[in-house]
């Protein structure tokens, strides 16, 4: 990582996860016995949440090409949409920006303030 701290950067990507999840469950628990206004304000609690979080993501970690080494930055809706494992820190299958291959582009953290 170029930070030097790694894993204080994973523990509050878990930590926003987990939260991300409890306020889904509670919210379900609560507002699904609402019916239809409740089915509609869960769903925007789950869509808000969601934005909220590939936001913070794609503005927290960068991407490193397995082939070439080149770092380098996506959008959120690129965050969002493209394909993703986890193995050693996790992934995404992305096309690099400077040798132009498609690759599992190695998660990095950019290094900043995660605020």
């Excluded at 939260?19 to 469950?25: A, H, M, Q, R, W």
């Excluded at 869509?47 to 070439?68: E, M, N, P, T």
């Excluded at 930055?73 to 400077?98: A, E, M, N």
């Amino acid at each position: 990582m170029i930070d030097g701290k790694p894993a204080l950067k994973w523990l509050k990507t878990f930590f926003y996860v987990l939260v991300y999840i409890i306020l889904l469950v509670a919210g379900g628990h609560f507002l699904l016995p609402l019916k239809s206004t409740g089915v509609i304000l869960w769903m925007l609690l789950a869509i808000i949440g969601l934005i909220l979080l590939v936001r913070w993501h794609a503005r927290c970690f960068s991407y490193r090409c397995s082939d070439c080494g080149h770092i380098f930055h996506i959008s959120p809706l690129g965050d969002f949409l493209s394909l993703q494992g986890v193995t050693r820190g996790g992934w995404k299958y992305l096309r690099c920006p400077h040798c132009r291959k498609k690759i599992k582009a190695q998660v990095i953290s950019k290094g900043k303030k995660d605020f």
